[in-house]
């Protein structure tokens, strides 16, 4: 059984850092693509950044710079390190591989 499972989120101010964790469970991860992905009350679910088997990466144009996609395959375990956060980065963020998606963690930025 395939089980993706975030953490992390939290309110915090503009201008500071969270890390998201999605733990991934029943997927032969090393092999796999991970992306995490946002979506904010009233708008579609946006894809934030993804990260190959390769290790190769890829962000939204919105977030270049301030995010930083990872991940540790000793521990079944992608990271989304996000700086300088702004209030317009608020959103439930879900970890996604394949056709499975996390339940998401909810983000907050504001003073």
């Known amino acids: 059984q395939v089980q993706l499972k975030e953490s992390g989120g939290g309110l915090v101010q503009p201008g500071n850092s969270l890390r998201l964790s999605c733990v991934a469970s029943g997927i032969r991860f090393g092999f796999a693509v991970f992306s995490w992905h946002r979506q904010s009350p009233g708008k579609e679910r946006e894809l934030v950044a993804a990260?190959?088997?390769?290790?190769?990466?890829t962000y939204a144009d919105s977030v270049k710079g301030r995010f930083t996609i990872s991940r540790d395959n000793a521990k079944n375990t992608v990271f989304l390190q996000m700086n300088s956060l702004k209030s317009e980065d608020t959103a439930v963020y879900y970890c996604h591989c394949g056709v499975y998606w996390g339940q998401g963690t909810q983000v907050t930025v504001s003073s």
């Open positions: 990260i190959g088997s390769n290790f190769i990466t």
